[in-house]
């Protein structure tokens, strides 16, 4: 009868009191991986070096809204235009340059090089008094548009940003633990583990112009899987790259059995 008991005793699960004095079984217990440190890495789309576009289209909104005159176009719709071709050529030369700058790439030296080029020719034009003549040859240059294409167009391209960055950027993502990198997934509950020990972590050279400038310190990164079958992951365009490197290194250096003692 005893032993019985014994055995009846042993296949219940223990209780353990909780801090203020109620039962508390193991099952109520957190799950150890809950409390292992994590960072997760998000792959943005390059739509996000377009914010330059997206305000520069807002403040000119704003100041033909506030400094342009009335025009009566056909139907009797009343339109406010800036009287000056500045404002759209400022738009004009934001949106082409953005576009310059998300399509080519130049890394490392070569995005200096360029910038200092550019510049480079600019200075010597004007002091050759060459601007002025480059500025005749097309004489009719005359760029205008009304408030309600600038903001539109502003618009429209916000919450395209927004729901890129908050949304699609963020069905697939990499979560780094100690000893453990995995690839996950929101559609499908798709997820694919890789051991962190002996994995190459780098990051690519720079271009200024993308990362530095209009990524306000972003980067492109790229895993390199250990062991008989190696597998390289590339993570681009990753926001604050440089203290994403920094706590995945630490993390990869912790050995999961560090976490137990």
Same mark, same amino acid.
């Given at each position: 009868m005893a032993e019985d008991n014994l055995l009846r005793n042993?296949?219940? $699960?223990?209780?353990? $009191?909780?801090?203020?004095?109620?039962?508390?079984?193991?099952?109520?217990?957190?799950?150890?991986?809950?409390?292992?440190?994590?960072?997760?890495?998000?792959?943005?789309?390059?739509?996000?070096?377009?914010?330059?576009? +997206?305000v520069t289209g807002f403040? +000119?909104?704003l100041i033909t809204y506030a400094a342009g005159r009335p025009f009566t176009a056909e139907g009797g719709e009343t339109l406010y235009v800036y009287p000056g071709t500045?404002?759209?050529?400022?738009?004009?030369?934001?949106?082409?340059?953005?576009?310059?700058i998300t399509s080519a790439r130049l890394r490392g030296i070569y995005s200096v090089v360029a910038l200092l080029?550019?510049?480079?020719?600019?200075?010597?034009?004007?002091?050759?008094?060459?601007?002025?003549?480059?500025?005749?040859?097309?004489?009719?240059?005359?760029?205008?548009m009304n408030a309600g294409f600038y903001m539109a167009t502003s618009i429209s391209l916000a919450v395209i940003l927004l729901a890129t960055f908050f949304y699609f950027d963020r069905l697939t993502y990499r979560r780094v633990r100690p000893g453990q990198?995995?690839?996950?997934?929101?559609?499908?509950?798709?997820?694919?583990?890789?051991?962190?020990?002996g994995m190459l972590f780098e990051k690519h050279g720079e271009d200024f112009m993308r990362h530095k400038i209009l990524g306000f310190g972003s980067g492109d990164l790229?895993?390199?899987?250990?062991?008989?079958?190696?597998?390289?992951?590339?993570?681009?365009?990753?926001?604050?790259?440089?203290k994403t490197v920094s706590?995945?290194?630490?993390?990869?250096a912790i050995e999961p059995t560090d976490l137990l003692n």
């Open positions: 042993e296949q219940q $699960p223990r209780e353990m $009191p909780d801090l203020d004095g109620s039962p508390q079984t193991a099952d109520d217990l957190p799950s150890p991986d809950d409390s292992l440190p994590e960072v997760i890495i998000y792959s943005h789309s390059g739509l996000i070096y377009w914010w330059p576009v +997206c403040v +000119c909104g500045g404002l759209g050529l400022t738009y004009i030369t934001v949106f082409l340059l953005t576009l310059l080029t550019v510049g480079l020719i600019t200075v010597t034009l004007a002091w050759a008094g060459l601007l002025d003549d480059l500025a005749r040859i097309i004489p009719q240059l005359s760029v205008h990198l995995t690839e996950e997934k929101w559609i499908g509950d798709g997820a694919e583990s890789f051991d962190a020990r790229r895993l390199t899987t250990a062991g008989a079958k190696k597998r390289t992951i590339s993570i681009p365009d990753v926001l604050f790259v440089d706590d995945v290194q630490r993390l990869i």
